[in-house]
């Protein structure tokens, strides 16, 4: 199996860890310092770093600008019953960006972590 990885920028590694194992069922791979923590769902490992934590994901580059959470890329998880799943999430105090969406192959829903990072959780149109 082919292993990918994505990484996102979050404000509290913490907060992140327990969000990311706790809501979507990731696993802890590694916890070497502060500023960093690998899990892992499947073929995905998620990376997630702190601004200025520590490694070179976190820090300031050469022109002063530092790395930070939110913006609209994400990963997407595949679900079975979007609508359970959102309503699950929600029960457990997840927020989310707007409400569910129609689209040609599914439905989507844009849970966000604690710092703001889209996860896209999509149920495939039934064929």
Do not use: C, K
């Not at 070179?56 to 997407?76: K, T």
């Not at 959102?86 to 849970?111: N, P």
Request: no cysteine.
């Amino acid at each position: 199996m082919t292993t990918f990885s994505v990484r996102y920028i979050v404000d509290d590694v913490d907060e992140a860890v327990e969000f990311y194992t706790r809501n979507l069922r990731f696993e802890l791979v590694m916890r070497p310092g502060p500023g960093f923590a690998m899990l892992r769902s499947g073929g995905l490992r998620l990376l997630l770093n702190a601004p200025d934590g520590g490694g070179g994901a976190g820090r300031r580059l050469s022109d002063g600008r530092r790395p930070e959470p939110g913006g609209w890329n994400r990963f997407q998880m595949e679900v079975e019953d979007l609508d359970a799943t959102v309503d699950a999430l929600r029960s457990g105090g997840v927020g989310f960006r707007g409400d569910i969406v129609d689209g040609r192959g599914g439905r989507q829903a844009l849970a966000v972590d604690p710092s703001g990072n889209p996860i896209e959780l999509f149920e495939p149109q039934a064929s």
